[in-house]
């Protein structure tokens, strides 16, 4: 058995992914990977709003026609409606009147996930991606030990969560300002220090975790209304509650 | 014992685990490139950092860190990076 290692500059963060392997299946799987980093930036490259004349951005200034676009920003708009109705209106791409409309709050974690079944798909044993702190992770024997940061400190881990086949994704204000919004007033999200969901899929954990930043604290009661998602907030005094989860401290 | 070498924006980067006693005791940095800005970053402020999480994450016996997304800028004194540059002992 061997660990490959890599990490990739994309989506603005790093992502860096780890698999067990067999010995003979090495090469195989150091393909897969080759083939998880193209696929993270045809997403960035289709998706960014930080370059002009994306894909993206040309479809929000109206210049390619929705039956025109790729699969991929049909399958994005699509999901994008139902989060919002999932997360009762709390998940918004345009929450931020300031940028054009930004779906890379779900958008990072699907890519992140599909870049982890890629590896498995590959026959890895053991797969562990993680995108700039969102975690896809799947296992055939045994646990990911998952740490969450703690968010008043960078450099410690307020809780571990044990992940085998599973995503876990946080949201909070501490790592690139403000930049959580509450669609209910406007400003930015207020309340919570950090949300940290778990659950099958990473693109919806990603998407529920700053639904539920931006909601603060009333974002209790509709975390507990979920099925087959976790959460583990901490909020602005450094109280943490786990709902639905299962943590270590 | 040496740790794998793992491929970064900042160039290869590979530490040595001490372990003493069944518990890691030290790590250091056995190669990093050293020319460019890139790497007076990481070899200046990143790996005094990774030195002490790398430790401490061990005793924790974490795989990986979920938290709020940092930039690539960032990810050289992430924790995460720690784990990518460190993490992986085998005893």
């Known amino acids: 058995m061997r660990e490959v290692r890599r990490a990739e500059d994309v989506m603005g963060t790093t992502v860096s992914m780890l698999a067990h392997v067999e010995t003979s299946d090495a090469e195989r799987i150091e393909g897969s990977m080759d083939d998880a980093i193209a696929w993270l930036h045809e997403v960035d490259d289709r998706f960014t709003t930080y370059r002009p004349g994306s894909e993206w951005l040309r479809y929000c200034a109206g210049q390619v026609a929705a039956a025109d676009v790729h699969p991929d920003v049909r399958h994005v708009l699509a999901r994008v409606v139902e989060l919002g109705s999932e997360t009762r209106g709390a998940f918004r791409i345009d929450a931020d009147p300031s940028r054009p409309p930004d779906p890379a709050a779900f958008v990072k974690g699907w890519a992140v996930q599909r870049a982890a079944d890629i590896l498995v798909g590959a026959g890895a044993s053991a797969v562990c991606v993680n995108g700039g702190g969102d975690v896809a992770a799947w296992r055939l024997h045994g646990a990911w030990r998952v740490g969450i940061q703690d968010p008043f400190d960078r450099s410690a881990v307020r809780a571990v969560v044990d992940v085998d086949c599973g995503a876990v994704a946080t949201s909070g204000a501490y790592e690139r300002g403000g930049h959580v919004f509450d ?42 209304t979920l099925d087959g998602y976790g959460a583990y907030i ?5 109280s943490a509650e786990a709902i639905g989860l299962a943590v270590a401290c | 014992m040496d740790g794998p070498v793992v491929d970064t924006r900042y160039g290869p980067v590979q530490v040595e685990v001490v372990v003493a006693g069944g518990r890691i005791s030290d790590v250091k940095a056995l190669e990093y490139p050293n020319e460019a800005r890139r790497s007076q970053l990481i070899s200046e402020q990143a790996l005094p950092l990774l030195h002490d999480e790398v430790v401490q994450l061990q005793s924790a016996n974490i795989d990986t860190i979920s938290g709020a997304t940092y930039t690539s800028d960032a990810y050289a004194q992430s924790l995460q990076s720690a784990l990518d540059s460190g993490g992986v002992v085998s005893q």
């Open chain 1, 234 to 238: 901490v909020d602005e005094q450094g």
């Open chain 1, 183 to 224: 669609p209910r007033t406007g400003g930015p999200a207020e309340g919570l220090a950090s949300v940290t969901v778990v659950g099958p899929d990473l693109g919806t954990a990603d998407a529920y975790a700053t639904a539920a930043f931006a909601l603060g604290p009333d974002a209790r009661a509709w975390l507990r």
